[in-house]
Protein backbone atom coordinates (compact mmCIF):
# COMPACT_ATOMS: atom_id res chain seq x y z
CA UNK A 1 0.00 0.00 0.00
CA UNK A 2 3.47 2.35 -0.01
CA UNK A 3 2.70 3.47 -3.25
CA UNK A 4 -0.45 4.74 -2.56
CA UNK A 5 0.26 6.98 -0.03
CA UNK A 6 -0.19 9.96 -2.00
CA UNK A 7 -3.67 9.53 -2.36
CA UNK A 8 -5.27 8.62 0.24
CA UNK A 9 -8.68 10.14 1.79
CA UNK A 10 -10.69 9.52 4.98
CA UNK A 11 -14.28 8.93 4.61
CA UNK A 12 -16.56 9.03 7.23
CA UNK A 13 -20.16 8.28 6.93
CA UNK A 14 -22.18 9.78 10.27
CA UNK A 15 -25.27 8.66 10.75
CA UNK A 16 -28.03 8.93 13.64
CA UNK A 17 -27.61 5.75 14.55
CA UNK A 18 -24.24 4.28 13.16
CA UNK A 19 -20.25 6.72 12.03
CA UNK A 20 -18.87 4.25 9.38
CA UNK A 21 -15.55 5.84 8.60
CA UNK A 22 -13.09 4.46 6.39
CA UNK A 23 -9.36 5.03 4.83
CA UNK A 24 -9.69 5.06 0.99
CA UNK A 25 -7.81 5.55 -1.81
CA UNK A 26 -8.48 6.99 -5.25
CA UNK A 27 -9.91 4.10 -6.73
CA UNK A 28 -12.28 3.59 -4.32
CA UNK A 29 -10.58 0.27 -2.65
CA UNK A 30 -11.33 0.31 1.48
CA UNK A 31 -8.10 0.22 3.10
CA UNK A 32 -9.53 -0.50 6.70
CA UNK A 33 -13.12 0.58 7.90
CA UNK A 34 -14.20 0.62 11.37
CA UNK A 35 -18.28 1.16 12.64
CA UNK A 36 -19.64 2.60 15.61
CA UNK A 37 -22.88 3.45 17.37
CA UNK A 38 -23.83 7.42 17.27
CA UNK A 39 -23.86 8.81 20.79
CA UNK A 40 -26.72 10.69 19.04
CA UNK A 41 -28.25 11.72 22.69
CA UNK A 42 -24.71 13.52 23.58
CA UNK A 43 -25.58 15.97 21.62
CA UNK A 44 -23.27 17.55 18.83
CA UNK A 45 -19.67 17.92 21.21
CA UNK A 46 -20.26 14.29 21.82
CA UNK A 47 -20.89 12.86 18.44
CA UNK A 48 -18.13 14.61 17.01
CA UNK A 49 -15.83 13.21 19.69
CA UNK A 50 -17.06 9.76 18.47
CA UNK A 51 -16.33 10.66 14.93
CA UNK A 52 -12.75 11.79 15.85
CA UNK A 53 -12.25 8.51 17.91
CA UNK A 54 -13.18 5.89 15.05
CA UNK A 55 -10.96 7.99 12.83
CA UNK A 56 -8.11 7.24 14.99
CA UNK A 57 -9.19 3.43 15.21
CA UNK A 58 -9.43 3.10 11.18
CA UNK A 59 -6.12 5.38 10.74
CA UNK A 60 -4.29 2.69 13.53
CA UNK A 61 -6.00 -0.27 11.72
CA UNK A 62 -4.61 0.97 8.18
CA UNK A 63 -1.25 1.68 9.53
CA UNK A 64 -1.93 5.39 8.42
CA UNK A 65 -0.66 8.60 10.29
CA UNK A 66 -3.05 11.69 9.72
CA UNK A 67 -0.20 13.79 7.81
CA UNK A 68 -0.45 10.87 5.23
CA UNK A 69 -3.68 11.51 4.36
CA UNK A 70 -4.92 14.23 1.96
CA UNK A 71 -7.86 15.24 3.43
CA UNK A 72 -11.31 13.91 5.29
CA UNK A 73 -14.60 13.62 3.45
CA UNK A 74 -17.59 13.32 6.16
CA UNK A 75 -21.04 12.57 4.35
CA UNK A 76 -23.55 13.64 6.83
CA UNK A 77 -27.37 13.50 7.12
CA UNK A 78 -29.49 16.78 6.92
CA UNK A 79 -28.83 19.71 5.47
CA UNK A 80 -25.47 21.40 4.98
CA UNK A 81 -23.94 23.87 2.92
CA UNK A 82 -20.91 21.99 1.25
CA UNK A 83 -19.08 25.80 0.78
CA UNK A 84 -18.96 26.24 4.59
CA UNK A 85 -19.69 22.87 6.13
CA UNK A 86 -21.91 23.76 8.46
CA UNK A 87 -24.78 22.10 8.65
CA UNK A 88 -27.83 23.30 9.70
CA UNK A 89 -30.10 20.92 10.98
CA UNK A 90 -30.64 17.17 10.54
CA UNK A 91 -34.06 15.27 11.74
CA UNK A 92 -31.41 12.39 12.41
CA UNK A 93 -29.47 14.31 14.60
CA UNK A 94 -31.74 16.02 17.36
CA UNK A 95 -30.46 19.20 18.87
CA UNK A 96 -28.12 19.90 15.53
CA UNK A 97 -28.64 23.75 15.08
CA UNK A 98 -25.95 25.52 12.70
CA UNK A 99 -22.78 23.17 13.96
CA UNK A 100 -19.80 24.19 12.02
CA UNK A 101 -19.00 20.32 11.57
CA UNK A 102 -16.04 21.02 9.05
CA UNK A 103 -14.55 23.69 10.85
CA UNK A 104 -14.53 21.51 14.57
CA UNK A 105 -13.16 18.36 12.87
CA UNK A 106 -10.09 20.06 10.96
CA UNK A 107 -9.28 21.88 14.56
CA UNK A 108 -9.80 18.15 16.12
CA UNK A 109 -7.41 16.22 13.62
CA UNK A 110 -5.33 19.06 11.86
CA UNK A 111 -6.22 18.12 8.26
CA UNK A 112 -8.31 19.55 5.57
CA UNK A 113 -12.02 18.57 6.09
CA UNK A 114 -15.05 18.63 3.76
CA UNK A 115 -18.66 18.09 4.39
CA UNK A 116 -21.08 17.00 2.24
CA UNK A 117 -24.85 15.59 2.15
CA UNK A 118 -25.01 11.66 3.01
CA UNK A 119 -27.57 11.15 -0.03
CA UNK A 120 -25.42 13.07 -2.14
CA UNK A 121 -21.91 11.86 -0.73
CA UNK A 122 -23.75 7.99 -1.86
CA UNK A 123 -24.93 9.01 -4.89
CA UNK A 124 -21.15 10.07 -5.78
CA UNK A 125 -19.87 6.95 -4.47
CA UNK A 126 -22.35 5.07 -7.00
CA UNK A 127 -21.16 7.93 -9.60
CA UNK A 128 -17.54 6.96 -8.99
CA UNK A 129 -17.41 3.29 -8.59
CA UNK A 130 -20.66 1.63 -8.60
CA UNK A 131 -24.22 1.11 -10.37
CA UNK A 132 -23.72 4.77 -12.07
CA UNK A 133 -20.00 4.54 -13.27
CA UNK A 134 -19.81 5.90 -16.95
CA UNK A 135 -23.47 8.40 -16.60
CA UNK A 136 -23.63 11.81 -16.95
CA UNK A 137 -27.08 12.60 -15.42
CA UNK A 138 -28.44 10.38 -13.20
CA UNK A 139 -30.41 10.39 -9.79
CA UNK A 140 -29.79 8.57 -6.90
CA UNK A 141 -32.50 7.71 -4.62
CA UNK A 142 -32.73 6.07 -1.57
CA UNK A 143 -35.75 4.79 0.32
CA UNK A 144 -35.19 3.71 3.90
CA UNK A 145 -36.70 4.85 6.78
CA UNK A 146 -37.25 8.21 4.73
CA UNK A 147 -36.01 8.88 1.55
CA UNK A 148 -32.99 11.03 0.38
CA UNK A 149 -31.27 11.36 -3.13
CA UNK A 150 -28.48 13.09 -5.11
CA UNK A 151 -28.79 14.89 -8.43
CA UNK A 152 -25.90 14.23 -10.51
CA UNK A 153 -25.57 16.85 -13.66
CA UNK A 154 -23.18 16.60 -16.12
CA UNK A 155 -21.21 14.43 -14.15
CA UNK A 156 -21.15 16.80 -11.10
CA UNK A 157 -23.20 16.68 -8.37
CA UNK A 158 -25.24 19.15 -7.88
CA UNK A 159 -25.89 21.05 -4.69
CA UNK A 160 -27.60 24.14 -5.30
CA UNK A 161 -27.87 27.94 -3.55
CA UNK A 162 -26.71 26.59 -0.37
CA UNK A 163 -26.24 22.36 -0.92
CA UNK A 164 -30.03 21.96 -0.01
CA UNK A 165 -30.46 20.13 -3.51
CA UNK A 166 -31.37 17.05 -4.06
CA UNK A 167 -34.41 16.63 -0.84
CA UNK A 168 -36.21 14.55 -2.81
CA UNK A 169 -38.07 12.98 -0.48
CA UNK A 170 -39.59 16.10 0.72
CA UNK A 171 -40.91 17.38 -2.45
CA UNK A 172 -45.26 17.00 -1.93
CA UNK A 173 -47.00 14.04 -2.83
CA UNK A 174 -50.33 14.22 -0.89
CA UNK A 175 -51.39 18.20 -0.72
CA UNK A 176 -53.71 16.60 2.49
CA UNK A 177 -51.12 13.31 3.44
CA UNK A 178 -49.65 12.89 6.81
CA UNK A 179 -47.23 15.98 8.27
CA UNK A 180 -43.63 15.32 7.70
CA UNK A 181 -40.89 15.54 9.97
CA UNK A 182 -39.72 18.28 7.81
CA UNK A 183 -42.73 20.25 9.36
CA UNK A 184 -44.90 19.95 6.04
CA UNK A 185 -47.43 17.55 4.88
CA UNK A 186 -47.86 14.80 2.20
CA UNK A 187 -43.86 14.86 1.38
CA UNK A 188 -42.46 11.52 -0.53
CA UNK A 189 -41.47 10.16 2.52
CA UNK A 190 -44.56 10.44 3.96
CA UNK A 191 -46.01 7.86 1.89
CA UNK A 192 -43.16 6.00 0.07
CA UNK A 193 -40.48 5.14 3.03
CA UNK A 194 -40.28 2.28 5.06
CA UNK A 195 -41.94 3.91 7.98
CA UNK A 196 -44.88 5.17 5.80
CA UNK A 197 -44.91 1.46 5.12
CA UNK A 198 -45.05 0.29 8.43
CA UNK A 199 -46.82 3.17 9.77
CA UNK A 200 -49.84 2.43 7.63
CA UNK A 201 -49.76 -1.33 8.69
CA UNK A 202 -50.04 -0.76 12.14
CA UNK A 203 -53.02 1.69 11.75
CA UNK A 204 -54.51 -1.40 9.52
CA UNK A 205 -54.04 -3.84 12.16
CA UNK A 206 -55.14 -1.63 14.75
CA UNK A 207 -58.63 -1.14 12.42
CA UNK A 208 -59.07 -4.95 12.80
CA UNK A 209 -58.05 -5.80 9.65
CA UNK A 210 -57.18 -9.91 8.85
CA UNK A 211 -53.71 -10.30 8.39
CA UNK A 212 -50.68 -12.63 9.40
CA UNK A 213 -48.59 -9.75 9.84
CA UNK A 214 -48.21 -10.18 13.62
CA UNK A 215 -47.24 -13.38 13.27
CA UNK A 216 -44.04 -12.27 12.03
CA UNK A 217 -43.59 -9.26 14.21
CA UNK A 218 -43.69 -11.58 17.71
CA UNK A 219 -47.52 -10.11 17.90
CA UNK A 220 -46.18 -7.02 18.71
CA UNK A 221 -47.74 -4.65 16.54
CA UNK A 222 -45.09 -2.13 17.91
CA UNK A 223 -42.45 -4.83 15.93
CA UNK A 224 -44.01 -4.17 12.60
CA UNK A 225 -41.27 -3.01 10.29
CA UNK A 226 -41.11 -3.09 6.39
CA UNK A 227 -38.88 -6.59 6.44
CA UNK A 228 -41.22 -7.61 8.64
CA UNK A 229 -44.45 -6.76 6.16
CA UNK A 230 -42.26 -8.22 3.10
CA UNK A 231 -41.91 -11.41 5.19
CA UNK A 232 -45.80 -11.74 5.66
CA UNK A 233 -46.10 -10.76 2.09
CA UNK A 234 -43.51 -13.38 0.32
CA UNK A 235 -46.11 -15.84 2.36
CA UNK A 236 -49.21 -14.79 0.46
CA UNK A 237 -50.91 -12.41 3.13
CA UNK A 238 -53.12 -9.89 1.40
CA UNK A 239 -53.06 -6.85 3.60
CA UNK A 240 -48.90 -6.96 3.41
CA UNK A 241 -49.23 -7.61 -0.40
CA UNK A 242 -51.72 -4.68 -0.99
CA UNK A 243 -49.40 -2.38 1.38
CA UNK A 244 -46.38 -2.75 -0.54
CA UNK A 245 -48.62 -2.40 -3.79
CA UNK A 246 -49.57 1.02 -2.30
CA UNK A 247 -46.08 2.21 -1.61
CA UNK A 248 -45.08 0.70 -4.79
CA UNK A 249 -48.02 3.22 -6.51
CA UNK A 250 -46.42 6.18 -4.29
CA UNK A 251 -42.88 5.06 -5.37
CA UNK A 252 -44.00 5.54 -8.78
CA UNK A 253 -45.32 8.96 -7.89
CA UNK A 254 -42.50 10.73 -7.11
CA UNK A 255 -40.31 8.84 -10.05
CA UNK A 256 -42.40 10.07 -12.39
CA UNK A 257 -41.91 13.35 -11.01
CA UNK A 258 -38.23 13.10 -11.14
CA UNK A 259 -38.18 11.97 -14.83
CA UNK A 260 -39.97 15.13 -16.12
CA UNK A 261 -37.98 17.10 -14.22
CA UNK A 262 -34.40 16.33 -15.00
CA UNK A 263 -35.08 13.66 -17.54
CA UNK A 264 -31.97 11.57 -16.46
CA UNK A 265 -30.27 8.93 -18.19
CA UNK A 266 -30.57 6.71 -14.76
CA UNK A 267 -32.27 6.02 -11.71
CA UNK A 268 -30.16 4.19 -9.30
CA UNK A 269 -32.32 3.19 -6.39
CA UNK A 270 -30.78 2.18 -3.21
CA UNK A 271 -31.65 1.90 0.64
CA UNK A 272 -33.46 -1.13 3.04
CA UNK A 273 -36.61 -0.69 1.67
CA UNK A 274 -35.60 -1.10 -2.07
CA UNK A 275 -34.42 -4.85 -0.85
CA UNK A 276 -38.47 -5.72 -1.28
CA UNK A 277 -37.66 -5.96 -4.89
CA UNK A 278 -40.22 -6.42 -7.41
CA UNK A 279 -43.13 -6.47 -5.55
CA UNK A 280 -42.58 -3.03 -4.70
CA UNK A 281 -40.62 -1.88 -7.82
CA UNK A 282 -43.23 -3.48 -10.46
CA UNK A 283 -46.19 -1.45 -9.34
CA UNK A 284 -43.77 1.72 -8.80
CA UNK A 285 -42.32 1.68 -13.00
CA UNK A 286 -45.78 0.89 -13.63
CA UNK A 287 -47.17 4.23 -12.36
CA UNK A 288 -44.05 6.28 -13.28
CA UNK A 289 -44.37 4.58 -16.76
CA UNK A 290 -47.81 5.91 -16.69
CA UNK A 291 -47.24 9.64 -15.27
CA UNK A 292 -43.95 10.05 -16.73
CA UNK A 293 -43.49 11.48 -20.18
CA UNK A 294 -43.97 8.71 -22.49
CA UNK A 295 -40.37 9.61 -24.68
CA UNK A 296 -38.46 10.90 -20.83
CA UNK A 297 -39.80 7.49 -19.20
CA UNK A 298 -38.17 5.21 -22.38
CA UNK A 299 -34.93 6.98 -21.85
CA UNK A 300 -34.30 6.30 -18.70
CA UNK A 301 -33.08 3.27 -17.03
CA UNK A 302 -33.00 1.70 -13.69
CA UNK A 303 -30.35 0.02 -11.97
CA UNK A 304 -30.11 -1.38 -8.09
CA UNK A 305 -27.24 1.04 -6.18
CA UNK A 306 -24.19 -1.47 -5.92
CA UNK A 307 -22.15 -0.33 -2.98
CA UNK A 308 -24.43 -1.10 -0.14
CA UNK A 309 -23.26 0.41 3.25
CA UNK A 310 -20.08 1.72 2.15
CA UNK A 311 -21.77 4.24 -0.36
CA UNK A 312 -21.77 7.22 1.85
CA UNK A 313 -18.08 6.27 2.89
CA UNK A 314 -16.65 6.16 -1.04
CA UNK A 315 -18.73 9.06 -1.61
CA UNK A 316 -17.54 11.33 1.23
CA UNK A 317 -14.16 10.39 0.43
CA UNK A 318 -14.67 10.96 -3.58
CA UNK A 319 -15.71 14.66 -2.72
CA UNK A 320 -12.94 15.08 -0.35
CA UNK A 321 -10.16 14.57 -3.22
CA UNK A 322 -12.84 15.93 -6.13
CA UNK A 323 -13.11 19.07 -4.07
CA UNK A 324 -8.83 19.03 -3.57
CA UNK A 325 -8.37 18.48 -6.95
CA UNK A 326 -10.32 21.81 -7.65
CA UNK A 327 -8.42 23.52 -4.95
CA UNK A 328 -4.92 22.34 -6.14
CA UNK A 329 -6.31 23.37 -9.64
CA UNK A 330 -7.26 27.14 -8.54
ZN1 LIG B 1 -40.93 16.55 4.47
Given at each position: M???TD??????????SKILAAVVNSRGEILSSNESATPVTGGHGVVIQAIVDSS???LKQAGIAISELI?????APGLSNPETGILFTSPNLPGWRNVPLRDIMQERLGKKTFVINDANAAALGEFCFGAAHGARNFIYVTFSTGIGGG???EGKIYTGAIGAAGEV???TIDDEGPICNCGSRGCWETVASGTALAKEARRKIKEGVRTSILEYAEGDVEKVTAPVIHSAAKQGDRLAKELI???GYYVGVGLANLINIFNPELIVIGGGLSN???MLLEPAFKVAGERAYKEAFQAVHFASAELGRNSGVLGAATYALQEMGKLIGE
Open positions: GENDLILGVDLRGHRVAIGVGIVIGHMARTIGD
